[in-house]
């Protein structure tokens, strides 16, 4: 399995807009066993988002699905900066 852990600080107020534009129906994921979305409770302009694949090239495809692309280009322009970014292996994955 492949996992991320990401960090984005919108800009001032629209953090609700932020989860709005990466919550949307995506449709099909191929290979994506998690994908989850979370106020960072300490600044309320931050999002972490934590993603579980079934592997890298699965999250690298992923990237060029069409809506996955346009929830993308929604939100680059809700993102005032990029924190931490962390990839993982998980080893399990409980529902």
Known sequence: MYGLINRF????GRRDELIA???????PLPGCRSFVVAKDPADPDAVWITEVW???EDWRASL???AVRASIDKAL????SFGE???TLPVSLRP
Do not use: N
Not at 9 to 12: E, K, L, M, S
Not at 21 to 27: E, L, R, S, V, Y
């Open 9 to 12: 600080t919108t800009h001032p």
């Open 21 to 27: 534009a990466m919550t949307g129906d995506a449709g």
């Open 54 to 56: 079934d592997s890298e």
């Open 64 to 66: 060029d699905l069409p």
């Open 77 to 80: 322009s809700l993102i005032a």
């Open 85 to 87: 970014r962390t990839v």
